[in-house]
């Protein structure tokens, strides 16, 4: 069984930075794409940033990109995202998960979350102005 356990949300003033861990266990990350979904109060789920050692890709959305930067430990099984010069606007739930055989360079507008095998538990990112 593959459990995902996701870590390290908290408060942070804007302009500061937080890394979220995502540990996988059952499962190497071989043929394999995780990462970070977020969901904010009265939003839809959006895709974060997630890497796939199926295609050797990464994703970012749009509006991470240059602040947040995703990387992974293959002999810990956990990803990290790097959060930096975060924003109110960053503040959600995040959810880290992952999708068996994952092309991610296919996925233009990023992965979907009715596309992703397994689901960790949220963890709450609060940036305050």
């Known amino acids: 069984e593959v459990q995902l356990q996701a870590s390290g949300g908290g408060l942070v003033q804007a302009g500061g930075s937080l890394r979220l861990s995502c540990a996988a266990s059952?499962?190497?990350?071989?043929?394999?794409?995780i990462g970070w979904f977020r969901q904010a109060p009265g939003k839809e789920r959006e895709g974060v940033s997630f890497?796939?050692?199926?295609?050797?890709?990464?994703y970012y959305a749009n509006s991470v990109k240059g602040r947040f930067t995703i990387t992974s430990d293959n002999a810990k099984n956990t990803v990290y995202l790097q959060m930096n010069n975060l924003k109110p606007e960053d503040t959600a739930v995040y959810y880290c998960?992952?999708?068996?055989?994952?092309?991610?360079?296919?996925?233009?507008?990023?992965?979907?979350?009715?596309?992703?095998?397994?689901w960790g538990q949220g963890t709450l990112v609060t940036v305050s102005s």
């Open positions: 998960a992952g999708a068996e055989g994952y092309f991610l360079s296919a996925a233009v507008s990023g992965p979907g979350p009715r596309e992703m095998d397994y």
């Open positions: 059952g499962r190497s990350f071989d043929d394999f794409a």
């Open positions: 890497t796939s050692s199926t295609d050797g890709s990464t």
